[in-house]
């Protein structure tokens, strides 16, 4: 589970293409605490052709990708 709530974009987006990187994976899980960074998240998951599951909690999004 990677934490990027605090962050603005493009950190979480670079924070997850690196766990890619470095540990190839059928899913991983990123938070983040706004709205854009869960839509660029969406955007990469799409092009790593995976699917992007979202849950909001109290402002924070967890985003699966899968």
Same mark, same amino acid.
């Given at each position: 589970?990677?934490?990027?709530?605090?962050? $603005?974009?493009?950190?979480?987006?670079? %924070?997850?293409? *690196? @766990?890619?990187?470095?540990?190839?994976?059928?899913?991983?899980?990123?938070?983040?605490?706004?709205?854009? $960074?869960?839509?660029?998240?969406?955007? %990469?998951?799409? *092009? @790593?052709?995976?699917?992007?599951?979202?849950?909001?909690?109290?402002?924070?999004?967890?985003?699966?990708? $899968?």
């Amino acid at each position: 589970m990677i934490d990027a709530r605090g962050l $603005s974009c493009p950190e979480p987006v670079i %924070l997850l293409r *690196k @766990e890619m990187k470095e540990h190839p994976s059928e899913r991983y899980e990123i938070m983040v605490d706004n709205r854009v $960074s869960v839509e660029n998240i969406s955007r %990469l998951a799409s *092009k @790593e052709r995976l699917t992007p599951t979202v849950t909001e909690d109290a402002g924070t999004y967890t985003v699966v990708l $899968s």
